[in-house]
C-alpha cells in the first residue's frame, strides 16, 4: 500500500532528477532513494523512472502518477499549514530561488540575522539566471523580475530597485568619462550574453544604448560587476551594490536609469506553511529597511 512518504521520494525524485538531489530534499543518502524507488516500483508493478549515468527520466507511469501525487501533496501541506498555524516554533528546509545579485548581495549577507531568529530553519539559497518552476517545486519561494504566469501561484511586490551606468576610475583614467549620453557611442561595454539570459527583464543596456559595443558578455551579473571594477568597459550595474564599491564611479546619473522589480511569488499550497512564511517575512523585512538604497 503506498504511504505518503513513499510519494514525497517519487516528487523529489521527478523534480530534482537525480538520486543524490533527492536525497538531499528528503534527508536521506542516494542509496537509500534507490533501494525504496526500487520497492516503489515492485509494489506498483511499473517501472518510474528510466536510470542513466547523468541522472533519471521518468517513464510515462511516472508521467501518470504525478498529479495524483501533487493533489496528495497539496492536501498534506494543507492540513500541516492549518495544524501548524498556532506554532511559534519554525523548522525545516526552505528553498529560496532568487537572481544572482538579489541572493548574493541582499539575501546572503543577511541570513545570519534570519537565522537567530529561527535556529531551526535552513535556507537553501538558488540564485538562478532562468526561471524557476514553482508548479514542479523546484523551490519553496521565488523572487522573480515580473508577474508569474497564471497558476496556483500567490506573487506580490517586493520593491523597486535601480540599474545606472558604472566604470572604474583606472578605464576613465585612460578612456575619459563621456560628457552626455551621445558619447557613449565612443566606449566599449560590458553586458550578458543574451541566449543564456532566461529573464529578458534583467537586460537593461539595450535600452539605452541600442548597438553598444561590447567588449566582454558573461551570464553572470556579478562577474560583469567585477569585470566593470577591473577597467574593462562601462555597465550597467545595480546600485545596491555598484554604489558601495569604491572602484567605480557611475556615469551621467541625471540622463542613464533604468527601473526594474522584483516580485515574491509562492505556490498557493505552501503560503501558509510556518517555515515559508518566516522567510517571506524576512525578505520583506530586509527590503524594507534597504529601500533607500536600490
Do not use: C
Amino acid at each position: 500500500m503506498l504511504q505518503s512518504s513513499d510519494l514525497q521520494l517519487f516528487l523529489a525524485i521527478l523534480r530534482e532528477g537525480n538520486m543524490v538531489a533527492a536525497g538531499r530534499r528528503v534527508g536521506v543518502d542516494h542509496s537509500t532513494v534507490a533501494r525504496r524507488l526500487s520497492v516503489l516500483e515492485r509494489e506498483l508493478g511499473a517501472r518510474l523512472f528510466d536510470r542513466t549515468p547523468r541522472g533519471v527520466t521518468p517513464t510515462p507511469a511516472a508521467d501518470a502518477l504525478r498529479p495524483h501525487a501533487e493533489r496528495i501533496e497539496s492536501e498534506l501541506l494543507a492540513a500541516s499549514a492549518s495544524v501548524g498555524a498556532g506554532d511559534r516554533v519554525v523548522d525545516g528546509v526552505v528553498r529560496l530561488a532568487t537572481t544572482e545579485m538579489f541572493g548574493t548581495y541582499l539575501v546572503a549577507p543577511q541570513i545570519e540575522y534570519l537565522r537567530q531568529r529561527h535556529p531551526g530553519l535552513t535556507i537553501e539559497l538558488a540564485t538562478e539566471s532562468r526561471a524557476t518552476s514553482l508548479a514542479k517545486r523546484e523551490a519553496d519561494i521565488a523572487v522573480m523580475l515580473k508577474m508569474p504566469p497564471k497558476g496556483r501561484l500567490v506573487a506580490r511586490k517586493l520593491t523597486d530597485y535601480r540599474l545606472g551606468l558604472y566604470a572604474s576610475h583606472d578605464y576613465l583614467e585612460r578612456h575619459g568619462a563621456p560628457p552626455d549620453r551621445n558619447a557613449l557611442q565612443e566606449h566599449r561595454f560590458v553586458s550578458y550574453i543574451e541566449e543564456l539570459v532566461g529573464f529578458p527583464e534583467i537586460i537593461a543596456l539595450d535600452q539605452i544604448l541600442p548597438g553598444a559595443v561590447i567588449g566582454f558578455r558573461s551570464s553572470s551579473a556579478a562577474a560583469q560587476h567585477a569585470a566593470v571594477a577591473a577597467g574593462t568597459g562601462i555597465g550597467m550595474l545595480h546600485l545596491f551594490a555598484a554604489a558601495k564599491d569604491k572602484r567605480l564611479v557611475r556615469l551621467l546619473p541625471e540622463e542613464v536609469e533604468v527601473w526594474r522589480s522584483y516580485w515574491l511569488v509562492m505556490h498557493a499550497d505552501l503560503q501558509r506553511l510556518p517555515r515559508v512564511r518566516a522567510v517571506a517575512d524576512f525578505l520583506e523585512d530586509i527590503l524594507r529597511e534597504m529601500r533607500g538604497s536600490l
